[in-house]
């Protein structure tokens, strides 16, 4: 009866296994198996689909349909769910002529903090903002200006931050100027130095809608997320 040459060459091709005088031929089965285990550890491990961060682990995010090609900016499954229905409402927005493409709400105190900030930001991104600094004249009604900067605006930004969180614990006007907004899905909050959670136990109607956190990500990948969004 023929030996089997594993022990002394091994079966680690197909040849040695064809010239062995005991397995010849048999293909399908005894020492086949390893050839099979070689043949899976050849393929490659399919890469991550998702997006890495700058500093090289993977964040898990996607880009949004809207983000131009070539577009670097990558959004969480939570973001998109937010702002995509904001961007349907924008496009519809987009041919209206002589419309500001963003309204910064902000509360007062930060007019030349976080809120001067974001609004740099945003023009630096070429966003035409209205913004209060800038668009209400001394002595006009700040309501009336607000209206109206809300009419003339493609989409709105509350800028969330522990001031303004005092403003409508105050029983300001913010949930007036907001509402409309809130039910046309036009406004975006971006809490700023707080959280969402205390946004919904102060306004829980403003706390109702995600947006965007500087606790996830730095104020200027917020401003360059806001400006694909208006962006015709």
């Known amino acids: 009866m023929a030996r089997c040459t594993a022990p002394v060459h091994g ?18 089965r005894g020492y086949n198996s390893y050839s099979s285990y070689s043949s899976y550890s050849s393929y490659s491990t399919p890469s991550n689909s998702s997006s890495t961060n700058s500093s090289g682990k ?17 959004y ?11 961007r349907d409402n924008v496009a519809k927005r987009i041919e209206i002529p002589d419309l500001r ?16 900030e974001l609004h740099d930001l945003l023009e630096s991104n070429g966003v035409s903002v209205w913004f209060s600094e800038k668009d ?3 002595g006009s009604s700040l309501l009336r200006e607000i209206d109206k900067g809300l009419a003339k605006s493609r989409v709105g930004i509350v800028l969330v931050t522990p001031s303004f ?12 100027e907001l509402s409309a907004l809130l039910a046309r899905d036009l406004l975006v909050p971006i809490v700023h130095d707080t959280t969402f959670e205390e946004l919904r136990n102060v306004s829980p109607l403003l706390g109702s809608r ?11 990948n917020i ?6 969004l208006v962006a015709p």
């Open 210 to 220: 995600s947006g965007l956190s500087t606790i996830e990500e730095p104020i200027v």
């Open 58 to 74: 993977s964040s898990g995010k996607v880009k949004a349909r809207w983000s131009p090609a070539g577009s670097t900016i990558f």
């Open 223 to 228: 401003a360059a997320k806001l400006a694909e």
């Open 101 to 116: 493409d963003v309204f910064l709400c902000h509360a007062w105190d930060d007019r030349k903090g976080a809120a001067k």
């Open 136 to 138: 209400v004249l001394l």
């Open 165 to 176: 969180l005092k403003r409508v614990k105050g029983e300001g006007i913010a949930d007036k």
């Open 11 to 28: 079966h680690r091709s197909a040849s040695a296994r064809a010239n062995c005088p005991a397995c010849g031929g048999y293909s399908s």
């Open 76 to 86: 969480t499954p939570e973001e998109i769910r937010t702002l995509s229905p904001v």
